[in-house]
């Protein structure tokens, strides 16, 4: 939601000076670093979760590359990272929702044991 509205609100008014591709750079590297930090979160949670963060990370990566050199190849490769994502993120929502509701795993996600972990 925040980049639909930096593209429909922002984008606009920074086209006429050129610096859209530099804002858009640095707008995706915010999350670059969010999702970095969660990735390293995740590793202690599951598989599927890492996964999921390793994967948004290249993506960010590769979009924040192809902004900023203006290359739309590697834009391009960075959607299609994006759609991977996207798949991880349903398998993994499809996994915890499946695997509560009948009570087993069916779908691993290869989960850490966090009761051991954490302080009671």
């Keep these: ?33 969010f999702t970095a930090y969660m990735c390293i979160a995740a590793f202690r949670v599951s598989r599927v979760l890492f996964i999921l963060f390793v994967v948004l990370v290249i993506t960010f990566i590769l979009l924040i590359v192809g902004a900023l050199a203006q290359k739309p190849v590697v834009t391009n490769v960075g959607g299609w990272f994006g759609i991977a994502t996207a798949f991880v993120a349903w398998y993994g929502s499809a996994g915890v ?18 009761d051991a972990v954490l302080p009671k």
């Design 1 to 33: 939601m925040s980049f639909a509205f930096y593209i429909y609100f922002i984008v606009p008014q920074l086209e006429s000076s050129g610096k859209a591709y530099q804002a858009t750079g640095r707008f995706l590297f915010a999350w670059l670093i």
């Design 97 to 114: 929702m499946i695997n509560t509701t009948f009570g087993r795993k069916i779908f691993p996600l290869g989960l850490h044991k966090v």
